[in-house]
Protein backbone atom coordinates (compact mmCIF):
# COMPACT_ATOMS: atom_id res chain seq x y z
CA UNK A 1 0.00 0.00 0.00
CA UNK A 2 1.23 3.65 -0.68
CA UNK A 3 1.71 5.88 2.00
CA UNK A 4 -0.39 9.04 2.69
CA UNK A 5 2.97 11.31 1.16
CA UNK A 6 3.35 9.08 -1.90
CA UNK A 7 -0.03 10.00 -3.05
CA UNK A 8 -0.06 13.04 -2.52
CA UNK A 9 2.92 13.36 -4.20
CA UNK A 10 1.65 11.80 -7.18
CA UNK A 11 -1.67 13.61 -7.12
CA UNK A 12 0.61 17.10 -7.45
CA UNK A 13 2.08 15.63 -10.59
CA UNK A 14 -0.63 15.14 -12.33
CA UNK A 15 -2.48 17.61 -11.71
CA UNK A 16 -0.40 19.14 -14.86
CA UNK A 17 -1.74 16.87 -17.03
CA UNK A 18 -4.80 17.25 -18.94
CA UNK A 19 -6.32 13.80 -20.23
CA UNK A 20 -9.70 13.56 -20.61
CA UNK A 21 -10.48 10.18 -21.68
CA UNK A 22 -14.02 9.75 -22.61
CA UNK A 23 -14.77 13.76 -21.53
CA UNK A 24 -16.07 14.70 -24.36
CA UNK A 25 -19.05 12.97 -24.24
CA UNK A 26 -20.18 14.37 -21.20
CA UNK A 27 -21.93 17.40 -20.45
CA UNK A 28 -20.64 20.41 -19.59
CA UNK A 29 -20.46 21.47 -15.45
CA UNK A 30 -22.08 23.66 -13.56
CA UNK A 31 -20.77 26.53 -11.17
CA UNK A 32 -18.17 28.94 -10.92
CA UNK A 33 -14.87 28.93 -11.13
CA UNK A 34 -13.57 27.98 -7.64
CA UNK A 35 -16.18 26.15 -6.04
CA UNK A 36 -16.48 23.30 -4.70
CA UNK A 37 -18.64 20.66 -3.10
CA UNK A 38 -17.90 18.32 -0.23
CA UNK A 39 -20.16 15.54 0.07
CA UNK A 40 -19.89 13.82 3.62
CA UNK A 41 -22.41 11.55 5.03
CA UNK A 42 -23.03 10.88 8.92
CA UNK A 43 -18.93 11.02 9.47
CA UNK A 44 -18.64 12.76 13.00
CA UNK A 45 -17.99 16.24 11.60
CA UNK A 46 -15.20 15.69 8.54
CA UNK A 47 -17.04 16.87 5.93
CA UNK A 48 -17.46 20.42 8.27
CA UNK A 49 -13.64 19.82 8.79
CA UNK A 50 -13.11 20.37 4.63
CA UNK A 51 -15.61 23.15 4.37
CA UNK A 52 -13.54 25.01 7.11
CA UNK A 53 -9.92 24.32 5.37
CA UNK A 54 -10.91 25.12 2.25
CA UNK A 55 -12.58 28.49 3.38
CA UNK A 56 -9.80 29.79 4.20
CA UNK A 57 -9.33 33.30 3.22
CA UNK A 58 -6.97 33.07 0.04
CA UNK A 59 -3.51 34.58 -0.24
CA UNK A 60 -2.46 38.23 -1.21
CA UNK A 61 -6.00 39.91 -1.84
CA UNK A 62 -6.50 43.44 -0.04
CA UNK A 63 -10.09 42.24 1.92
CA UNK A 64 -10.76 38.92 3.29
CA UNK A 65 -11.79 36.35 0.81
CA UNK A 66 -12.08 32.34 0.80
CA UNK A 67 -10.14 30.45 -1.45
CA UNK A 68 -12.98 28.24 -3.08
CA UNK A 69 -16.51 29.23 -2.24
CA UNK A 70 -17.65 25.98 -0.43
CA UNK A 71 -20.83 24.08 0.04
CA UNK A 72 -21.37 21.08 2.00
CA UNK A 73 -23.99 18.15 1.21
CA UNK A 74 -25.55 14.99 2.68
CA UNK A 75 -24.29 11.98 0.40
CA UNK A 76 -28.23 10.72 0.43
CA UNK A 77 -28.23 14.12 -1.77
CA UNK A 78 -25.88 13.85 -3.89
CA UNK A 79 -28.03 13.56 -7.06
CA UNK A 80 -28.24 13.93 -10.73
CA UNK A 81 -27.70 17.34 -10.75
CA UNK A 82 -25.13 18.03 -7.76
CA UNK A 83 -22.73 15.56 -10.01
CA UNK A 84 -22.70 18.09 -12.33
CA UNK A 85 -20.25 20.04 -9.95
CA UNK A 86 -17.04 21.78 -11.39
CA UNK A 87 -15.00 20.43 -8.23
CA UNK A 88 -15.94 17.62 -5.84
CA UNK A 89 -14.63 16.52 -2.95
CA UNK A 90 -16.43 13.16 -1.47
CA UNK A 91 -15.55 12.38 1.80
CA UNK A 92 -15.77 8.61 3.21
CA UNK A 93 -15.08 7.27 7.19
CA UNK A 94 -14.71 3.35 6.96
CA UNK A 95 -11.96 1.93 9.72
CA UNK A 96 -12.84 -1.57 8.34
CA UNK A 97 -11.42 -0.47 5.07
CA UNK A 98 -8.84 2.08 5.61
CA UNK A 99 -6.52 2.18 7.75
CA UNK A 100 -5.25 5.96 7.32
CA UNK A 101 -6.43 9.06 5.50
CA UNK A 102 -5.90 8.81 1.77
CA UNK A 103 -7.00 10.82 -1.36
CA UNK A 104 -7.14 10.24 -4.54
CA UNK A 105 -8.50 12.24 -8.01
CA UNK A 106 -10.50 11.16 -11.50
CA UNK A 107 -11.31 13.74 -13.89
CA UNK A 108 -14.03 14.43 -15.57
CA UNK A 109 -16.19 11.67 -14.08
CA UNK A 110 -19.92 13.01 -14.84
CA UNK A 111 -19.01 16.32 -16.37
CA UNK A 112 -16.24 18.46 -18.02
CA UNK A 113 -14.21 19.89 -16.87
CA UNK A 114 -14.84 18.99 -13.36
CA UNK A 115 -12.32 17.41 -10.55
CA UNK A 116 -13.50 14.74 -8.30
CA UNK A 117 -11.80 13.62 -5.21
CA UNK A 118 -12.17 11.24 -3.02
CA UNK A 119 -10.82 11.94 0.88
CA UNK A 120 -10.79 8.46 2.57
CA UNK A 121 -10.20 8.41 6.45
CA UNK A 122 -10.46 5.66 9.22
CA UNK A 123 -12.25 7.67 11.84
CA UNK A 124 -12.51 11.64 12.40
CA UNK A 125 -9.46 11.96 14.56
CA UNK A 126 -7.14 10.95 11.46
CA UNK A 127 -8.43 13.10 9.37
CA UNK A 128 -7.91 15.80 11.83
CA UNK A 129 -4.46 14.77 12.53
CA UNK A 130 -3.87 14.94 8.51
CA UNK A 131 -6.20 18.08 7.95
CA UNK A 132 -3.55 20.44 6.97
CA UNK A 133 -1.99 18.06 4.53
CA UNK A 134 -5.19 16.87 2.83
CA UNK A 135 -6.46 20.90 2.85
CA UNK A 136 -2.82 21.98 1.01
CA UNK A 137 -3.39 19.01 -1.32
CA UNK A 138 -7.01 19.73 -2.36
CA UNK A 139 -6.26 23.30 -2.42
CA UNK A 140 -3.41 22.64 -5.15
CA UNK A 141 -5.32 19.88 -6.85
CA UNK A 142 -8.63 22.07 -7.48
CA UNK A 143 -6.56 25.44 -8.11
CA UNK A 144 -4.12 23.16 -10.75
CA UNK A 145 -7.82 21.94 -12.63
CA UNK A 146 -9.06 25.86 -12.54
CA UNK A 147 -6.05 27.06 -14.06
CA UNK A 148 -5.57 24.44 -16.55
CA UNK A 149 -9.40 24.77 -17.88
CA UNK A 150 -8.55 28.59 -18.06
CA UNK A 151 -5.47 27.99 -20.02
CA UNK A 152 -7.35 25.63 -22.22
CA UNK A 153 -9.80 28.40 -22.58
CA UNK A 154 -6.59 31.23 -23.51
CA UNK A 155 -5.99 28.44 -26.55
CA UNK A 156 -8.86 28.71 -27.62
CA UNK A 157 -8.29 32.17 -28.45
CA UNK A 158 -6.31 34.60 -27.43
CA UNK A 159 -4.80 38.30 -28.74
CA UNK A 160 -1.90 36.72 -31.18
CA UNK A 161 -0.88 40.28 -32.11
CA UNK A 162 0.09 40.94 -28.57
CA UNK A 163 1.55 37.71 -28.09
CA UNK A 164 3.87 38.31 -30.74
CA UNK A 165 5.06 41.40 -29.70
CA UNK A 166 6.24 39.92 -26.37
CA UNK A 167 7.77 37.10 -28.18
CA UNK A 168 9.87 39.44 -29.97
CA UNK A 169 10.58 42.20 -27.42
CA UNK A 170 11.73 39.18 -24.94
CA UNK A 171 12.42 36.51 -26.67
CA UNK A 172 9.87 34.41 -24.69
CA UNK A 173 5.71 33.87 -25.70
CA UNK A 174 2.71 34.29 -23.40
CA UNK A 175 -1.14 33.85 -24.44
CA UNK A 176 -2.75 36.78 -23.92
CA UNK A 177 -6.47 37.17 -23.13
CA UNK A 178 -8.71 38.08 -26.10
CA UNK A 179 -9.51 40.96 -24.79
CA UNK A 180 -6.57 42.69 -23.69
CA UNK A 181 -6.29 45.36 -26.59
CA UNK A 182 -5.10 48.45 -25.29
CA UNK A 183 -1.82 48.70 -24.45
CA UNK A 184 1.75 50.24 -23.63
CA UNK A 185 5.70 49.60 -24.59
CA UNK A 186 8.52 50.83 -23.08
CA UNK A 187 12.34 50.18 -22.33
CA UNK A 188 12.32 46.40 -22.15
CA UNK A 189 8.45 46.51 -21.04
CA UNK A 190 4.77 46.02 -22.38
CA UNK A 191 1.23 46.55 -20.05
CA UNK A 192 -2.09 45.16 -21.85
CA UNK A 193 -5.73 45.84 -20.18
CA UNK A 194 -8.67 45.13 -20.88
CA UNK A 195 -9.47 48.72 -19.74
CA UNK A 196 -12.55 48.18 -18.40
CA UNK A 197 -14.44 50.71 -16.45
CA UNK A 198 -15.28 47.77 -13.94
CA UNK A 199 -12.88 44.99 -12.82
CA UNK A 200 -9.88 46.28 -15.12
CA UNK A 201 -7.88 43.00 -15.70
CA UNK A 202 -3.97 43.93 -16.61
CA UNK A 203 -0.59 41.86 -17.58
CA UNK A 204 2.83 42.92 -18.05
CA UNK A 205 5.62 42.05 -19.07
CA UNK A 206 9.57 43.42 -18.15
CA UNK A 207 12.87 42.20 -17.94
CA UNK A 208 15.89 43.28 -15.62
CA UNK A 209 19.83 42.60 -15.53
CA UNK A 210 20.11 39.17 -13.23
CA UNK A 211 20.97 35.57 -13.44
CA UNK A 212 19.05 34.55 -10.26
CA UNK A 213 15.65 35.14 -8.36
CA UNK A 214 16.15 37.15 -5.31
CA UNK A 215 13.04 38.60 -3.51
CA UNK A 216 14.56 41.93 -2.32
CA UNK A 217 16.00 42.31 -6.06
CA UNK A 218 12.86 41.51 -7.70
CA UNK A 219 10.86 43.78 -5.26
CA UNK A 220 13.11 47.07 -6.33
CA UNK A 221 13.26 46.22 -9.76
CA UNK A 222 9.54 45.88 -9.40
CA UNK A 223 9.34 49.77 -8.07
CA UNK A 224 11.73 51.06 -10.28
CA UNK A 225 9.77 49.45 -13.73
CA UNK A 226 6.25 50.35 -12.18
CA UNK A 227 7.40 54.26 -11.57
CA UNK A 228 8.80 54.68 -14.84
CA UNK A 229 5.80 52.98 -16.87
CA UNK A 230 2.64 53.42 -15.45
CA UNK A 231 2.00 56.91 -13.66
CA UNK A 232 -0.90 58.32 -12.46
CA UNK A 233 -3.09 61.16 -13.70
CA UNK A 234 -1.07 64.00 -12.40
CA UNK A 235 2.87 64.69 -11.70
CA UNK A 236 4.38 62.54 -8.68
CA UNK A 237 1.69 59.68 -8.93
CA UNK A 238 2.89 56.48 -9.97
CA UNK A 239 2.57 52.72 -9.22
CA UNK A 240 4.45 50.90 -6.30
CA UNK A 241 4.52 47.81 -3.96
CA UNK A 242 2.39 48.84 -0.93
CA UNK A 243 4.96 48.17 1.35
CA UNK A 244 5.04 44.80 3.42
CA UNK A 245 2.73 43.28 0.90
CA UNK A 246 4.73 41.24 -1.47
CA UNK A 247 5.62 37.58 -0.39
CA UNK A 248 7.53 35.10 -2.59
CA UNK A 249 8.27 31.68 -3.15
CA UNK A 250 9.54 29.22 -5.40
CA UNK A 251 8.12 26.59 -7.44
CA UNK A 252 9.02 24.08 -10.65
CA UNK A 253 7.08 25.23 -13.59
CA UNK A 254 7.64 22.82 -16.66
CA UNK A 255 11.10 21.92 -15.06
CA UNK A 256 12.26 25.72 -14.83
CA UNK A 257 12.21 27.34 -11.30
CA UNK A 258 9.70 30.27 -10.96
CA UNK A 259 9.43 32.61 -8.29
CA UNK A 260 5.82 33.30 -7.59
CA UNK A 261 5.51 36.58 -5.58
CA UNK A 262 1.77 37.63 -4.55
CA UNK A 263 1.34 41.47 -2.63
CA UNK A 264 -0.79 44.44 -2.76
CA UNK A 265 0.06 47.54 -5.39
CA UNK A 266 -1.03 51.14 -4.75
CA UNK A 267 -0.65 54.22 -7.24
CA UNK A 268 1.12 56.95 -5.03
CA UNK A 269 -0.14 60.03 -4.44
CA UNK A 270 -3.90 58.37 -5.24
CA UNK A 271 -6.21 56.19 -3.38
CA UNK A 272 -5.77 53.49 -6.30
CA UNK A 273 -4.91 49.71 -5.80
CA UNK A 274 -5.44 46.07 -5.57
CA UNK A 275 -3.37 42.90 -6.06
CA UNK A 276 -0.89 41.47 -8.09
CA UNK A 277 0.80 38.02 -8.71
CA UNK A 278 3.64 37.97 -10.84
CA UNK A 279 5.99 35.16 -12.47
CA UNK A 280 9.55 35.00 -12.35
CA UNK A 281 12.25 32.93 -14.31
CA UNK A 282 15.67 33.37 -15.55
CA UNK A 283 16.93 33.73 -18.87
CA UNK A 284 20.22 32.57 -18.60
CA UNK A 285 21.48 32.57 -22.45
CA UNK A 286 20.49 36.39 -21.93
CA UNK A 287 21.61 37.00 -18.31
CA UNK A 288 18.14 38.34 -17.59
CA UNK A 289 15.38 37.79 -15.39
CA UNK A 290 11.78 37.68 -17.03
CA UNK A 291 8.82 39.17 -15.08
CA UNK A 292 5.23 38.74 -16.04
CA UNK A 293 2.81 40.10 -13.56
CA UNK A 294 -0.84 40.15 -13.37
CA UNK A 295 -2.61 42.94 -11.60
CA UNK A 296 -6.48 43.82 -11.07
CA UNK A 297 -8.23 47.26 -10.41
CA UNK A 298 -11.66 46.49 -9.18
CA UNK A 299 -12.72 48.86 -6.24
CA UNK A 300 -15.89 47.66 -4.42
CA UNK A 301 -15.82 44.42 -6.34
CA UNK A 302 -14.48 40.80 -5.11
CA UNK A 303 -11.07 40.54 -6.65
CA UNK A 304 -10.43 36.39 -6.42
CA UNK A 305 -11.34 35.39 -9.59
CA UNK A 306 -10.48 38.52 -11.24
CA UNK A 307 -6.79 37.90 -11.02
CA UNK A 308 -6.62 34.33 -11.01
CA UNK A 309 -8.67 34.45 -14.85
CA UNK A 310 -5.63 36.58 -16.00
CA UNK A 311 -3.15 35.04 -13.39
CA UNK A 312 -3.50 31.89 -15.62
CA UNK A 313 -1.87 33.72 -18.42
CA UNK A 314 1.19 33.37 -16.41
CA UNK A 315 1.50 29.66 -16.54
CA UNK A 316 1.86 30.17 -20.72
CA UNK A 317 5.16 32.19 -20.39
CA UNK A 318 7.77 30.05 -22.56
CA UNK A 319 10.58 30.33 -24.76
CA UNK A 320 9.51 31.90 -27.78
CA UNK A 321 9.31 29.53 -30.86
CA UNK A 322 11.93 30.80 -33.39
CA UNK A 323 10.65 28.84 -36.36
CA UNK A 324 7.52 31.06 -36.23
Given at each position: ????A?????????????????????????????E??????????????????????????????????V???????????????????????????????????????????????????????????????????????????????????????????A???????????????????A????????????????????????????D?L????????????????????????Y????????????????????M??????????????????????????R???I??????Y??????????????????????????K
Open positions: MKTFAVVAVVVVLTLCACDGQGSMLPKSGGRPYVLVVSGRDGGCGRQLVEALSQDAAGLPQPEPQFDSLIDSANFNQTARLARAIVIVTVNPEQFTQTRIRYEKNVWARPQMVAYVNTPSVQALRGDLAKVSRQLAMLFTRAEINAAIARLSDGGNGKSDTIAAMFGWSMKVPADMKGKRGDNFIWLSNNASSGMRNLCVYSYPGSVPARALAARDSVMKANIPGERDGMMQTAAGTMACGMSNEKGRTVIARGLWEMRGDAMGGPFVSHSIVDTLHKVVAEAFVAPEMKKRNLLRQVEAALYTLAKADKS
